[in-house]
């Protein structure tokens, strides 16, 4: 099945660093969502994006849904050990049958040395 | 997260066995999604369901693999006669029905070993 481009795949920082990861896509979407798995967990929701340009702030994190609709990226200020973990993007289509569909990026893995 | 429900959370079949994951999506959500994940790897998408219909499939493998969400109770994602490349995390994500401005929202998963 389609999967969205998402990188880096890995990235190992020190506690204290910003981080930076993105999504692209080669089709539009309607709403671009981050969301984080810790171990052995669901994901859970970090920022939901509806606009084109749409800059959103949940804390240390901020996100921006890409002019042309088929990009996002994820910014993690001043990162602290508990930031560890999976980070996904994915990306929300409306079907030509009004339903709706959500594809997910392969996912970021987040490491911080304390 | 703790709104959507799934059960078992570990659940451990031998081959030729069937297994039977449960979800009860959050209050008020008509649409259950669900999702694949092998270790160190994404999210695949398999199936798409609102109460008593199946809307999207497309995900789902031919044989074998099932799903219903019924009027009543919860969505059931069924696997007959498993075999060791079925050990995975499922998913299984809710949303509310109706609006664009609707995120899914993931429950704990059932970690399904195949022995």
């Known amino acids: 099945g389609q999967q969205l481009n998402q990188s880096p795949q890995s990235m190992f920082i020190q506690e204290g660093e910003d981080v930076s990861m993105n999504c692209t896509s080669s089709?539009?979407?309607?709403?671009w969502l981050w969301y984080k798995q810790d171990p052995g967990e669901g994901p859970v929701l970090l920022i939901a994006?509806?606009?084109?340009?749409e800059l959103t702030s949940n804390g240390r994190l901020t996100a921006q849904f890409g002019i042309t609709r088929k990009d996002s990226f994820l910014n993690i200020s001043a990162s602290i050990p508990s930031d560890v973990g999976i980070y996904f993007c994915?990306?929300?289509?409306?079907?030509?049958?009004?339903?709706?569909?959500?594809?997910f990026g392969t996912g970021t893995r987040l490491k911080v040395l304390a | 997260n703790a709104g959507v429900m799934q059960n078992p959370r570990h659940l451990v079949r031998r081959r030729g066995q069937e297994a039977r994951l449960r979800c009860s999506p959050m209050?008020?959500?008509?649409?259950v999604y669900w999702y694949r994940q092998l270790p160190e790897e994404g999210l695949k998408f398999m199936v798409y369901?609102?109460?008593?219909?199946?809307?999207?499939e497309s995900g789902m493998p031919k044989e074998r693999f099932s799903a219903e969400f019924p009027k009543e109770g919860p969505s059931i994602l069924r696997i007959q006669q498993v075999v060791r490349g079925d050990s995975a995390a499922y998913f299984c994500?809710?949303?509310?029905?109706?609006?664009?401005?609707?995120?899914?929202?993931f429950g704990n998963g059932t970690r399904l070993t195949v022995t």
């Open positions: 994500a809710s949303s509310p029905p109706g609006t664009v401005d609707s995120p899914l929202h």
């Open positions: 089709s539009i979407f309607n709403t």
């Open positions: 994006l509806y606009k084109a340009g």
């Open positions: 994915a990306g929300q289509r409306i079907n030509t049958s009004g339903t709706y569909k959500y594809i």
């Open positions: 209050k008020g959500h008509s649409h």
């Open positions: 369901l609102q109460k008593e219909n199946i809307i999207d």
